[in-house]
Each structure stands twice: as structure tokens, then as C-alpha cells.
């Protein structure tokens, strides 16, 4: 699906640009991809999912083992 009809980033560049480099801003990740943000409407949704990658990518802890 595309989220930035200006440069025509899709949700899955966003996403694994994110996870790759460890990006948490949109402007960041639009950068990484080749061009910056131009018109901004796309923001909020790529902050979505940004925020969304890395959610998935947290690292989840084991139980501790009863003493
Ligand atoms: S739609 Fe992404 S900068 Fe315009």
C-alpha cells in the first residue's frame, strides 16, 4: 500500500527501512529511502508504522526460572 503518494513509499519500505537502520522518526526513514518528506500529509501514518515495526521487533523476555 502506498503512504507517500509525493515520493511513492509503500508501507513495507517504511517499515523495513525502519527496522534495518533502527529509525523511529518518519523524516529519518523518508531520508534513508532517498528524499525527504514534501507535503507531510503521510506523516502521521508512517509514524503508525514505524511505531508499529518496532513494537513487533521488541524484544519479548523469558519467564526467570523458579528458584
Ligand atoms: S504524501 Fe508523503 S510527503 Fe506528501
Same mark, same amino acid.
Request: glycine share 10%.
Given at each position: ?15 523495513? &527501512?525502519?527496522? *534495518?537502520? @533502527?529509525? &523511529? ?6 531520508? *534513508?529511502? @532517498? ?17 508499529? &515495526?518496532?513494537?513487533?521487533? *521488541? ?6 526460572? *523458579?528458584?
Amino acid at each position: 500500500m502506498y503512504v507517500c503518494i509525493c515520493n511513492g513509499y509503500r508501507d513495507s519500505e517504511i517499515e523495513k &527501512t525502519a527496522r *534495518a537502520g @533502527g529509525l &523511529t522518526c518518519p523524516v529519518k526513514v523518508y531520508e *534513508a529511502l @532517498g528524499s525527504g518528506p514534501c507535503c507531510g500529509i503521510c506523516l502521521p501514518m508512517a509514524q503508525d508504522i514505524i511505531d508499529g &515495526t518496532h513494537e513487533k521487533s *521488541a524484544c519479548v523476555p523469558l519467564p526467570l526460572a *523458579a528458584e
